[in-house]
């Protein structure tokens, strides 16, 4: 009997397959729906000559007694991912992210990709591809420390409560055909050959051989 009764609870049941069927088609209604309110939206703000205030410092920091969670993702476009790299955070909870391939131009604003709260520091290519940006909770005190006028590097400090608790988060792309003394440059610039006592923590990709 207990193996009939088993049997019987895993059996398929087809009412419950065509529902999940039907709800799999609605999510993915609802999010083609979303993308092209998303992409509508941002056309609308460029033709208007909308442009976000540029947020460099966030003062505050109540993220007290808790360990920072990072997250390092390759959109390789965020524009048309947006719902997608949203759900990761959702997933995952992180209070900071470097996202490496972003494909922003500045024409495209932040209102139209990042949510509200997140402090986001970006640094774009002038081109269809590459780019870097870091976005940082805005529980957490973060400035943007500098940004490498050449390479798609960006480095941002975040505060913790205790002064020693300082870091200088850095989201770097390197393109497979830029020369690798870059990462020489990195590493002078961010204290790595043993001239600073900065706590660092690099994140991206430098498309290594």
């Not at 955070?89 to 139209?112: A, K």
């Amino acid at each position: 009997m207990e193996g009939t009764n088993s049997l019987r609870r895993h059996q398929k049941d087809p009412g419950k397959k065509a529902n999940h069927s039907t709800l799999g088609l609605e999510a993915a209604e609802a999010e083609e729906s979303a993308e092209k309110e998303m992409m509508y939206n941002a056309d609308k703000k460029r033709k208007g000559g909308a442009r976000d205030e540029i947020q460099t410092t966030v003062p505050v920091h109540i993220n007290e007694g808790k360990s920072l969670a990072l997250l390092q993702v390759n959109c390789i476009s965020i524009y048309n991912k947006a719902l997608e790299f949203w759900n990761l955070g959702d997933t995952y909870y992180p209070d900071i992210i470097i996202c490496t391939e972003s494909w922003l131009r500045e024409e495209i604003g932040n209102t139209e990709i990042f949510r509200t709260d997140f402090t986001t520091f970006r640094k774009d290519r002038h081109a269809r591809v590459g780019g870097v940006f870091i976005c940082v909770k805005n529980n957490i005190g973060c400035l943007e420390l500098w940004v490498d006028d050449e390479f798609e590097i960006i480095a941002v400090e975040i505060k913790g409560s205790d002064p020693r608790c300082t870091w200088e988060i850095v989201g770097i792309y390197r393109a497979p055909n830029e020369d690798i003394w870059l990462i020489e440059m990195l590493a002078a610039r961010t204290g790595f050959l043993g001239n600073s006592t900065k706590l660092n923590i690099i994140g991206g990709d430098l498309n290594l051989p």
